[in-house]
């Protein structure tokens, strides 16, 4: 099933809020702030946004698209969840 982006931004600030910064629902960065720089996340952070995205869209990560490019902020997760989704339809 694919999501438009909008939907998929808040159920990973929703993830990030709830299991990262353990602020319920709340989340005060901007969609495309870096959330390596804001400290937000570390590199077990990105292993467990990997995690997430496997599971929660089933979507296989390979160990070569595990980059700042696809995983630094919320806006450049949404895109590749919805490239990854892209590419399963296709």
Do not use: T
Not at 24 to 31: E, I, N, R
């Amino acid at each position: 099933m694919s999501l438009n982006e909008s939907n998929v931004r808040s159920q990973v600030k929703k993830y990030i809020a709830q299991n990262m910064l353990f602020s319920g629902d709340a989340f005060d960065h901007a969609d495309d702030a870096s959330l390596l720089d804001a400290g937000v996340i570390d590199s077990i952070g990105v292993m467990e946004l990997v995690a997430f995205v496997s599971k929660s869209y089933g979507i296989e990560v390979p160990p070569s698209d595990i980059l700042p490019e696809n995983f630094d902020s919320v806006s450049k997760l949404a895109g590749y969840i919805g490239r990854k989704q892209g590419a399963c339809l296709a």
